[in-house]
């Protein structure tokens, strides 16, 4: 299938994913959660890649107020993507306080319009954070200021609960396993 991508991958993003997950390559039952999903490029990768046993799923959250690029991109394996329709903050809120997400990808700015971007980042980052399983990795997508704005406040209050994987070219974490 000829996928129809409006933007594409830097490599260096890419050499860092793969080289950060591929400990969950082939994973038994893997769920994960991408926040803001675009035209489905990273759902298709993590599903090529990574969450490769018949048993994995693909949450997404995105306003889909043009699905339909989504929908073609991914068409092909929509039975293993779970299609969250809405503004994140308000999605998260629907999904409980219980970990069932072994990856978390935060790529969205689904904040309302007289909110900033950095404000969007940072309910998203709070919002997700108790759906990460311990041992659970979360990445930030967005590496321009204003997403760094919402990052840091973050990183700032929740650290401890955190270990560092990689910091250039996207901030990503692993969430301590309970003791």
């Not at 991914?74 to 809120?93: P, Q, Y």
């Not at 069932?100 to 919002?127: C, V």
């Not at 200021?145 to 955190?162: A, C, R, V, W």
Request: hydrophobic fraction near 35%; proline fraction near 4%; charged fraction near 20%.
């Amino acid at each position: 299938m000829e996928y129809n991508y409006a933007t594409s991958w830097d490599p260096v993003i890419k050499t860092t994913w793969t080289k950060t997950l591929r400990s969950l390559k082939h994973t038994p039952d893997l769920n994960s959660l991408e926040i803001g999903c675009g035209d489905g490029m990273v759902t298709n990768w993590l599903l090529d890649n990574i969450l490769t046993h018949n048993g994995s799923r693909a949450s997404v959250i995105d306003h889909f107020n043009s699905s339909d690029i989504f929908e073609y991109n991914t068409s092909n394996r929509s039975e293993k993507i779970n299609v969250l329709k809405g503004g994140s903050a308000a999605v998260l809120k629907t999904l409980g306080k219980e970990p069932i997400y072994d990856f978390i990808f935060i790529d969205g700015t689904h904040y309302r319009e007289d909110q900033n971007i950095s404000m969007g980042t940072f309910a998203d980052a709070i919002l997700s954070n108790p759906l990460l399983k311990p041992g659970g990795i979360l990445i930030f997508g967005g590496r321009d200021d204003s997403h760094q704005k919402g990052i840091e406040p973050f990183m700032t209050n929740l650290i401890d609960q955190y270990t560092t994987l990689a910091r250039d070219p996207q901030i990503i974490l692993q969430k301590i396993l309970a003791k």
